[in-house]
């Protein structure tokens, strides 16, 4: 009959530290990716609400527009 061979998970410490810096080079990347995308010194995110506000002054000036020629008929 054929048998499963078993790993165990070496015991040894370079093995151990590296496994460790690994997750904590992934968390650190993981942290430092959030806290730069929702930064408000971000400048896509300053550019982003720069031009939602003037859109939106736009449109509620072309809204006032038509709200104008709506009375006057």
Not at 8 to 19: C, D, H, M, Q, T
Request: charge should be positive.
């Amino acid at each position: 009959m054929l048998s499963i061979p078993f790993y165990e998970f070496p015991n040894s410490p370079i093995l151990l530290i590296g496994a460790l810096g690994i997750l904590v080079a992934i968390s650190v990347f993981f942290l430092a990716y959030q806290k730069y995308f929702n930064s408000p010194l971000n400048r896509e995110i300053q550019l982003k609400k720069k031009n939602l506000y003037r859109e939106k002054k736009e449109i509620s000036e072309r809204l006032d527009k038509i709200e104008q020629e709506l009375k006057n008929l």
